[in-house]
């Protein structure tokens, strides 16, 4: 059964620190795979990985994708109050036809 | 852990006619749904907000009356395209939440197209 899923489920930190989100897969056909931020009313997309060891870079965010381990990780240094919000992880089939979301991982910085 | 199943999957329909699609929560209640459009590398774009047994909110610049949303039960929430056009295709993807238990679970998504 295709599935995606995130680890931790939810995390506190604080100001300054560096946290790093997981997501694995298990996606039959996998096509790429995407890092959303949600804080309200829908999630914001961050990243698209699709080539496996490239890491993608925004910021303070920067993401990469290991096929081979089937996952990837969302990284965020120096964090910021503004960064607490839930960190969703799809995977997008390679036919287009179905994403796989996982559950999300639940930021709280603290400042 | 919470299921929620968007149905179909994928769907191609000729310019004029309508498409229905289904979102259920299989294992839980759902008093909110929600119904965004997804384009390449993009944000999911929230459409509207459904909440079981009332009508749904739409966001601004989305026509209620051709997206018509309809939450009748507490496990199902389907969203018609009316009188589609190929400019509508597009992945709409739903979610649900329940009261009182954090975060949303996605359906996977219907490729929309248009001819």
């Known amino acids: 059964e295709d599935k995606v899923v995130q680890s931790p489920l939810s995390l506190v930190v604080h100001e300054g620190d560096t946290v790093t989100l997981n997501c694995s897969y298990e996606?039959?056909?996998?096509?790429?795979l995407l890092w959303y931020k949600q804080e309200k009313k829908a999630p914001t997309f961050l990243f698209m990985l699709?080539?496996?060891?490239i890491e993608k870079k925004s910021g303070r965010l920067s993401s990469i994708l290991d096929k081979k381990e089937l996952s990837s990780i969302l990284n965020i240094t120096a964090t910021q109050t503004g960064d607490s919000a839930i960190y969703l992880c799809?995977?997008?089939?390679?036919?287009?036809?179905?994403?796989?979301f996982g559950s999300g991982t639940k930021l709280n910085v603290k400042p | 852990g919470a299921v929620v199943s968007q149905h179909p999957s994928r769907v191609i329909c000729k310019s004029g006619t309508s498409v229905k699609i289904e979102c259920r929560s299989l294992?839980?209640?759902?008093?909110?749904m929600f119904w965004y459009r997804q384009f390449p590398k993009q944000s999911l774009m929230l459409m509207a907000t459904?909440?079981?047994?009332?009508?749904?909110?739409?966001e601004q610049g989305v026509e209620k009356d051709k997206f018509l949303i309809n939450h009748a039960s507490l496990t199902l929430s389907t969203l018609t395209v009316t009188s589609a056009h190929p400019e509508d295709s597009s992945f709409y993807i739903c979610?649900?939440?329940?009261?009182?238990?954090?975060?949303?679970?996605f359906g996977s998504g219907t490729r929309l197209t248009v001819v």
């Open positions: 979610s649900a939440s329940r009261t009182g238990v954090y975060g949303y679970t």
């Open positions: 699709t080539s496996s060891g």
């Open positions: 459904s909440n079981e047994g009332s009508k749904a909110t739409y």
């Open positions: 996606v039959t056909n996998f096509r790429s």
């Open positions: 799809a995977v997008l089939e390679y036919n287009f036809n179905k994403f796989y």
């Open positions: 294992d839980f209640q759902a008093t909110t």
